[in-house]
């Protein structure tokens, strides 16, 4: 039986277990190990696992995978605790240049927030709706944004789980509470459930509000779990917000092969 350190980190609510790949047996599956360690109640509980990988050209690559084994995948919220965790653990500096599933990206620590740069939307999508303006695109996970202006009481899950299932997507509902305040709700496949943020569909939401409304950068917009930003520097798409170690320990796990 392998003993892994692991440490525990959150990103406006989504919450991860981070592993160095270093510590881990070269033969174990990553899909099945997040099956095993990631469930709530049976183990650690964590919305997905992250593997950081150092022996890249780039300062570290960042695999991704859901608690249900899928990916790797992009992960917006992932990614920015994947930087916080690579200054506090491993190498003490304030930019990055980092691989993910969907390409490189650049990290940066700025006091209190992490940011990283994401991937602007090829296409934008109108979907039909009678009743609300909906949209799909891809952020470097694909994501459904309506806005509803009854979010805060829709059943999302009822609302969203055909969605999800049609187009294999997440699905976000975005709504306005007062001027320049918007908020977010997700269902994420692969949790499938709501969670408290999505890094990939505040992004996605942002981009929708100034692509197809004309709102301006920066786009807060409030999650569940905290304050998020997308904003435009230098040509670039930001994301930003609060990502900090929750705790750090060991456990036992059979190996995997």
Request: aromatic residues 10%; contains cysteine.
């Amino acid at each position: 039986m392998q003993k892994l350190k692991f440490y525990k980190y959150q990103a406006t609510g989504n919450d991860f277990v981070v592993l160095d790949s270093r510590q881990i047996p070269e033969a174990w599956n990553y899909s099945e190990l997040a099956t095993r360690i990631c469930p709530r109640r049976a183990a650690i509980g964590a919305d997905g696992l992250i593997i950081i990988e150092t022996d890249v050209a780039e300062d570290f690559e960042m695999k991704y995978y859901n608690v249900d084994g899928s990916g790797p995948i992009m992960c917006g919220n992932g990614a920015r605790a994947s930087v916080q965790f690579v200054y506090q653990i491993i190498e003490k500096k304030e930019e990055f240049q980092f691989r993910t599933p969907d390409g490189d990206h650049y990290g940066k620590i700025q006091s209190d927030k992490v940011a990283i740069t994401m991937q602007n939307a090829a296409e934008i999508q109108h979907l039909e709706d009678e009743e609300h303006q909906t949209f799909l695109l891809n952020t470097g996970a694909p994501h459904i944004v309506i806005l509803h202006p009854d979010a805060e009481n829709i059943d999302i899950e009822e609302y969203a789980r055909p969605l999800r299932k049609k187009y294999d997507a997440n699905v976000n509902f975005v709504y306005q509470r007062e001027p320049d305040g918007w908020l977010i709700r997700t269902y994420e496949r692969g949790v499938e459930g709501e969670t408290l943020a999505c890094g990939t569909g505040v992004t996605a939401a942002g981009l929708i509000l100034t692509e197809k409304f004309q709102h301006d950068y920066p786009v807060n917009i409030e999650a569940k779990g905290g304050s998020l930003a997308v904003d435009l520097r230098d040509e670039k798409l930001w994301l930003i917000g609060a990502a900090q170690q929750v705790y750090e320990g060991k456990i036992k796990i059979n190996e995997l092969r």
